[in-house]
């Protein structure tokens, strides 16, 4: 089984190209809490706080497919270097502000979001070009998927670290230097500097002409919002237990799950075509995720978010081969950058859902929206089964029609 991944990373530059890009994604985990930990230190309120944290995180989304675009259109070496630096500076000044309140903060954080270099998008476009064999292919997505959970694991657990041994503003400037390094190293190797898109059809909507892409974005917004409310239904859950570490312990086997399931995904060689694999792993995910509306004991509950955990990777990995698929010529890095967004955004969505049915209706009624989002993700992306199959001449001819 270990085969499949050997073959990927014995590939020229893959490790390297692996090691560097997760360096540069670091702050993905470091920069909520970096700056929650430092707006805390300088005296402001939990409001403005998450106000400010929250700012970040949609310029992020916003900024996304932006610079997905630009790497489209420019190649990755200008547009990573040039993001790099923008959104350190963004970093930068947010960890020189002191007590300059909201006024500084918010456009520091909203550059530093904006600005912050696609780097997971820039990898998914570049392993076409980097593995010919399509399994190897298969096994890099997954693998990238998986190890983004370590990303959302030690990011934070860094930032604790290096803020306990020197101070809060540390945390900011270490966030920056993962990013600037990451970024520097990846950019180095030949098939980086190689890369260029195809030609594209020149209209404004990029990717956003597929109306498949389309519905794929929509099934992935759903996604995100199941793990949106997981955030906040486990946290519901954890004061109706009684059990001050029940969240952390929710989501970090739920983590484990996708970690396990992803690496799992991408070691074995699938006869089903990706479209019916991410309809059933969508499917299973919200099978593991409607029980909880019963509101069961904590060992149950974990195993449900466990197992839920173990289709995550595999449906963020099949889902990355599919918009390879149906993403039309020239905006491969715009579109995983679109995908990025549209979990980004459920994941907002999902949050609120989640706090405003617990606060109205209770715990079942949180942990309801988890399966809510899973049924919905599935019956959105399901009618794609009968077009995703077409050959690529055939997607590209189709997507004229706006189907």
């Known amino acids: 089984?270990?085969?499949?991944?050997?073959?990927?990373?014995?590939?020229?530059?893959?490790?390297?190209?692996?090691?560097?890009?997760?360096?540069?994604?670091?702050?993905?985990?470091?920069?909520?809490?970096?700056?929650?930990?430092?707006?805390?230190?300088?005296?402001?309120?939990?409001?403005?706080?998450?106000?400010?944290?929250?700012?970040?995180?949609?310029?992020?989304?916003?900024?996304?497919?932006?610079?997905?675009?630009?790497?489209?259109?420019?190649?990755?070496?200008?547009?990573?270097?040039?993001?790099?630096?923008?959104?350190?500076?963004?970093?930068?000044s947010l960890a020189w502000s002191g007590d300059g309140g909201i006024g500084v903060a918010a456009p520091s954080a909203i550059l530093a979001g904006l600005l912050s270099p696609p780097l997971e998008p820039s990898l998914r476009a570049l392993w076409p070009s980097v593995l010919r064999d399509r399994r190897a292919l298969g096994a890099a997505y997954a693998l990238d998927a998986s190890l983004q959970e370590v990303i959302f694991m030690a990011g934070p657990l860094l930032v604790v670290l290096v803020s306990s041994l020197a101070d809060p503003t540390a945390g900011l400037v270490v966030t920056t230097a993962a990013m600037i390094a990451g970024t520097l190293g990846f950019v180095l190797p030949e098939p980086v500097q190689a890369w260029r898109a195809e030609p594209r059809h020149p209209d404004w909507a990029g990717p956003l002409r597929s109306g498949r892409f389309r519905r794929l974005l929509v099934s992935m917004l759903f996604v995100g919002g199941s793990l949106g409310a997981l955030n906040i239904s486990s946290v519901v859950y954890q004061e109706h237990v009684g059990n001050a570490g029940m969240s952390g312990i929710l989501?970090?086997?739920?983590?484990?799950?996708?970690?396990?399931?992803?690496?799992?995904?991408?070691?074995?060689?699938?006869?089903?075509?990706?479209?019916?694999?991410?309809?059933?792993?969508?499917?299973?995910?919200?099978?593991?995720?409607?029980?909880?509306?019963?509101?069961?004991?904590?060992?149950?509950?974990?195993?449900?978010?466990?197992?839920?955990?173990?289709?995550?990777?595999?449906?963020?990995?099949?889902?990355?081969?599919?918009?390879?698929e149906l993403a039309p010529k020239g905006t491969a890095t715009e579109?995983?950058?679109?995908?990025?967004?549209?979990?980004?955004?459920?994941?907002?969505?999902?949050?609120?859902?989640?706090?405003?049915?617990?606060?109205?209706?209770?715990?079942?009624?949180?942990?309801?929206?988890?399966?809510?989002?899973?049924?919905?993700?599935?019956?959105?992306?399901?009618?794609?089964?009968?077009?995703?199959?077409?050959?690529?001449?055939?997607?590209?001819?189709?997507?004229?029609?706006g189907l």
């Open 251 to 324: 989501l970090g086997v739920n983590a484990a799950g996708a970690l396990l399931g992803g690496l799992y995904y991408g070691a074995r060689q699938w006869r089903i075509s990706p479209p019916r694999q991410l309809t059933l792993l969508l499917a299973g995910m919200a099978v593991c995720y409607l029980p909880m509306a019963l509101v069961p004991p904590p060992v149950v509950a974990g195993v449900l978010v466990f197992c839920a955990g173990l289709f995550l990777s595999p449906v963020l990995a099949c889902a990355f081969t599919i918009i390879g």
């Open 1 to 92: 089984m270990l085969s499949t991944y050997r073959d990927c990373l014995s590939s020229p530059h893959a490790k390297y190209l692996f090691a560097t890009n997760l360096l540069g994604r670091l702050p993905q985990g470091m920069a909520p809490l970096a700056i929650a930990l430092y707006l805390r230190s300088q005296h402001l309120g939990f409001g403005t706080v998450g106000v400010i944290t929250a700012l970040y995180g949609l310029s992020m989304a916003v900024g996304g497919p932006l610079l997905g675009r630009a790497v489209d259109k420019y190649g990755q070496v200008r547009v990573l270097c040039w993001s790099a630096i923008g959104s350190g500076a963004g970093f930068l």
């Open 335 to 401: 579109a995983f950058a679109w995908m990025i967004t549209a979990i980004l955004a459920g994941n907002a969505l999902g949050s609120s859902s989640a706090g405003w049915a617990g606060q109205h209706f209770g715990l079942w009624a949180s942990f309801l929206v988890l399966g809510i989002a899973g049924i919905a993700s599935t019956l959105v992306f399901a009618p794609l089964l009968q077009n995703t199959a077409q050959p690529r001449a055939g997607l590209e001819a189709a997507e004229e029609t």
